[in-house]
């Protein structure tokens, strides 16, 4: 069958078995495809057609061996042995590229690691993590995807009754840096050798061979992250729960929970309900990275040197470089919002006072840098400071074909974001059967960078809360 021949086990036979627990299927009452994405599907050159009951949980191919995965982090700053609690890596699957990512049901029930879960997921959670993932791939920035949402026709209990679901997750890999905690934590130096050469394999494979192969990965994992990091802070992006388990070793975003982007600039906007302290606000994200790459190579040390104290002093080396190589991607992106590609002196500062009128007039993010790439300033409500501002960058421009300036500007700054409350709106009326609203939001927000005319609710500001806008765990 088409099936057996694409889905190969990922992770078994790889990596050691204290890595993943083998899965048998955890069948559902009454599986109905929900979405489909056809653009993903067709580069990875799946066939809807057979495809229901494997995106259910209902039936694997037996060479896949799926599996959950073992894994532990920090959560809020605490440790914790955690594991895929309610996903099933079916397998992974060869792209049309030749490219190998792991497949993964979330929502496929209990595995060995569900401590006191049920193991499943909400439709609408999962609707959510289809349309914000797919935003952010428009975006382009890197990120798992989403293939399909399938209703299971099974109730989860949650504070109510909601209807069941799973989602498929495409991934480069589930690898995190929870798993690397789980290893040296849990595990035998020969298996963390393993996980570590497993991970540079996968996806730093220059990397192998090389005699101080394991520093280098540090550093490629450290410089990916800056770059990921930079990329969400400069559309406005909030994960929400950026625990140590839920940063990817790829580089990819990764775990769709309580995210949300922000509306109006104020770096320290949260929208988690469960972030009381705002450990991780939008502006707390890079050091937050850190935090985590800090844990990160807590668990590489034995492998960076036999010396203990050697080890610290590599691997300090390269920390202390993340707050220079993170701000070096965040302008890179951030003189581009503003129309430059070649950096000069004062540039820096005319990003910054940008951003100081922003935050103290409240202005929306996304629409100021929409408006000023297409020149539209009147939704801006511009007082002296802004107009001190614009007469500054105008002139720093100036030198430069005002086309060449707006499509540098087209390129680095969405027309239109997955807004908090189109995605609401959105996920309520799909939870009435109608999915009018889901359909043409994707649509939407799968092409960011477009400046196609669209319906003008998507680009308009939001309409002001009653009451500040909160997220909850997906679960
Ligand atoms: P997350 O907040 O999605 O990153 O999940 C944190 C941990 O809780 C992971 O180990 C999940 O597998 C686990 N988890 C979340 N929801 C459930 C659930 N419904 N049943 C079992 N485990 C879960
Ligand atoms: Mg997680």
Known sequence: MYLDDKLHASYVNKL??????????NPVSEPKLIKWNEELAGQLGIK???MLNVVAGNRFP?????????????????FTMLGDGRATLVGEWQNIAGEKLDMQLKGAGRTPYSRGGDGRAALGPMLREYIISEAM???????????????TGDPVYRETVLPGAILTRIAKSHLRVGTFEYARRFCSETDLTALADYSIERHYPELAGEQDRYLRFFQAVVDRQASLIAQWVSVGFIHGVMNTDNMTISGETIDYGPCAFLDKYDPKTVFSSIDVQGRYAYANQPPIAAWNLARFAETLLPLLDAVPEEAVKKAEAILKEYPRIYRKYWLEIMYRKIGIQEAAAGDEVLVEDLLKWMEQTGADYTN???????????????????LSWKKRWDERTSAVRPEAVRQTMQKANPHVIPRNYLVEEALDAAGNGDYTLFDSLLEAVSKPYSYASIDPKYTANPPEPDEPFQTFCGT
């Open 368 to 386: 100021t840098f929409r408006a000023l790439t297409i020149g539209d300033l009147a939704t801006l409500e511009p007082n002296e400071d802004f």
């Open 62 to 78: 037996a060479v896949s061996k799926p599996i959950a995965q073992a894994y532990a982090g920090h959560q809020f700053g605490n």
């Open 16 to 25: 050691p078995e204290v890595f993943y627990s083998e899965m048998e299927p």
């Open 137 to 151: 791939h428009g975006l382009g920035i890197p990120t798992t995807r989403s293939l399909a949402v399938v209703s």
């Open 48 to 50: 809807q057609e057979g």
